[in-house]
Nanobody, 114 residues
């Protein structure tokens, strides 16, 4: 089992920055893939970014503005979000794939005002 707890969300003006964190606990050694997803009101959950061994992937809508990183020593995943736009407003979820099983955090709200 893997537990994921997100933090760092909040209210920011357009053009601002936020840094999300996701603390992982439990069967850490079985995690081989982590990422971020988001869900805006009335929309489906969508992929934002992913990190696996040596590789990162981004949705086209955030590429160049968001950076995903992982601190293995602290079992923490990060998402640095710069140049935020109102359309980035959503609940952001941390995701981990461990032993082929998906795990999700509870989500953290990000609101970008225009």
């Amino acid at each position: 089992q893997v537990q994921l707890v997100e933090s760092g969300g909040g209210l920011v003006q357009a053009g601002g920055s936020l840094r999300l964190s996701c603390a992982a606990s439990g069967s850490i050694s079985s995690i081989n893939d982590m990422g971020w997803y988001r869900q805006a009101p009335g929309k489906q959950r969508e992929f934002v970014a992913r990190i696996t061994t040596g590789l990162t992937y981004y949705a086209a809508s955030v590429r160049g503005r968001f950076t995903i990183s992982r601190d293995n020593a602290k079992n923490t995943l990060f998402l640095q979000m710069n140049s935020l736009k109102p359309e980035d407003t959503a609940v952001y979820y941390c995701h981990a794939l461990a032993a082929s099983s998906p795990y999700w955090g509870q989500g953290t709200q990000v609101t970008v005002s225009s």
